[in-house]
């Protein structure tokens, strides 16, 4: 059963290849489909297109399917192209012809799109959530080993004194910049495109400002084409936001392998959240954190995968658009999984005391000795010359103590600014909205 079927078929095998995953990847969206649904039927019958016995008729059964998808009996049966054909059989079969005439005033074409919509900013949601998860544990993990310090690197060469407090900080602070993105993400993902039909509007009185309403997006896609073009651009600012939360994650597993190594043993784990060596048995392997790193890495290719499928498609709607849903569906499960294991691993990563105490990261302290001699009076360059002579006649010595206290230094981290950032990001996306709308919709 096709929505565009007259009286002619698809040779099999064109329609195999044209179908391809859709319907796989379209069970993700039927609790969408049907809200979707929900809200566009009720619009119907304020411009006159439906009765007020038809309407109660849909809006019974709809919830009816919708309980069906939230407990995981719904199906797309044989033959079935896809889940809006599905769930208006379904209507159909129950409620004869006000079943057919749901469709008034929509296409596929903006049917699927705000199905997308709204599965976008149903998994951004969660995104979000499971980032301040992990960012909770970093501040956390932060404050409780603010007084550990731990040599810092560039050019993998040891630098300065930095310190655990820092480090998990930092990573935190990191998942405030990939919040903005999501939210940047969301903020695309948060307009109704209903209404556009196939991208050039209806001739019927829709009510677009009420389906916008009732299912508590923020604004409409008010060109009709452009919400059409929108297709694409939303999953390519989506995939940047995914990337960008996941080259955090690539990044902090790569220090943690690095960390984890004998030649540095900063960090370690409890054996049973590393693996062995078939032949080596010595061997703590950081699994997990290598696996992230790939998986991660991975994701970061992401938008470049989502562009090449837009390269130089013109406006209107294209076949291809559908294998978007191939490329990123499956990235919110990697990336959400990735998240969490995260979480779980720095939650149980054990630190070591006394690091610096070693003879090899002594010269990390030489610019406090530079920064000392100038606080009593000595010019920068000199001081700087000074300190360095003592260094090549192995003169050195190791100031007594370490004292940044500047903002974001070692002895004044600024994790509650930090905390009170990403609060405030959170807050602007305003999840309360859309969810007390939907809640609404379905409310019996």
Known sequence: MKLWQKNTSVAEEIEKFTVGKDPEFDLQLAAFDVLGSLAHTRMLESIGLLEKEELDELQRELKVIYASVQEGSFAIEPGVEDVHSQVELELTRRVGDAGKKIHSGRSRNDQVLLDLKLFFRHQLQQTVE?????????????????????????????????????????????????????????????????????????????????????????????????????????????????????????????????????????????????????????????????????????????????????????????RELQLLKEAVFPAFTELENCLGMMTYMVQHLQVRDNIMDEEKYKYAFSVDAVNAEVLNGVPFRNAYKKVGESIEAGTFTVPESVTHTHEG????????????????????????????????????
């Open 130 to 318: 499971q980032v301040q998860l992990l960012f909770q544990t970093l501040l956390e993990q932060s404050e409780k080993h603010k007084d550990k310090l731990l040599p810092g690197y560039t050019h993998l060469q040891v630098a300065m004194p930095s310190s655990f407090g820092l480090w998990f900080g930092a990573y935190a602070e990191s998942l405030v910049d990939d919040v903005t993105m999501l939210h940047a993400a969301y903020k695309i993902a948060d307009k109704n495109p209903l209404g556009s039909a196939a991208g050039y509007g209806s001739s019927f009185p829709l009510n677009r400002q009420m389906t916008t309403d009732l299912l508590g997006f923020e604004a409409l896609n008010y060109n009709v084409v452009y919400a059409q073009m929108g297709r694409g651009k939303t999953e390519r600012v989506v995939s940047v936001a995914i990337a960008s939360v996941a080259a955090t994650l690539a990044r902090m597993s790569m220090d943690l392998c690095l960390y984890m190594s004998q030649n540095f043993g900063f960090v370690t784990l409890p054996d049973n959240l590393t693996t062995g060596s078939s032949i080596m048995p010595h061997k703590k392997n950081p699994d997990v954190f290598e696996i992230m790193r790939g998986k991660c890495n991975r994701l970061q290719a992401l938008p470049t995968e989502v562009s090449m499928l837009l390269t130089n498609l013109p406006s209107g709607y294209h």
């Open 409 to 444: 230094s070692i002895g004044n981290l600024c994790n509650e600014q930090i905390r009170q950032l990403m609060q405030k990001q959170v807050e602007a996306f305003h999840f309360e909205r859309a969810g007390n709308a939907l809640q609404e919709l379905v409310k019996e």
